[in-house]
């Protein structure tokens, strides 16, 4: 299982990022995918969930109205879509998978919301 991101970088307050996981090694179509962020020091949190079908998305509470998830089967990628960034949002964002009975975890990419 493999699963890279890219897309971070810097931006500015109130901008946009869209960030991309490109996913292999396994049945990428058959296993949610979710979006979490970790701030050093800080525990790991959930940024965004999508079920296998497209059919179920869920959000953490800080982003329901500006982050939007989506996947797609035929390329083996999930993205994340950023609105109106703010500080608070500067973390390392993580995509992740869970099959047989363990966690798969992407590299990370580094987003930082700064003037």
């Known amino acids: 299982v493999q699963l890279a991101e890219s897309g971070g970088g810097l931006v500015q307050p109130g901008g946009s990022l869209r960030l991309s996981c490109a996913a292999s090694?396994?049945?990428?179509?058959?296993?949610?995918m979710s979006w979490h962020r970790q701030v050093s020091g800080k525990a790991r949190e959930l940024v965004a969930i999508?079920?296998?079908?497209?059919?179920?998305?869920n959000y953490g509470d800080s982003m329901k109205d500006r982050f939007t998830i989506s996947r797609d089967n035929a390329k083996n990628t999930v993205s994340l879509e950023m609105r109106n960034l703010t500080p608070e949002d500067t973390a390392v964002y993580y995509c992740?998978?869970?099959?047989?009975?363990?966690?798969?975890w992407g590299q990370g990419t580094q987003v930082t919301v700064s003037s």
């Open positions: 999508i079920s296998a079908n497209v059919g179920y998305t």
């Open positions: 992740k998978t869970h099959l047989r009975a363990d966690d798969f």
């Open positions: 090694g396994f049945t990428f179509s058959a296993y949610f």
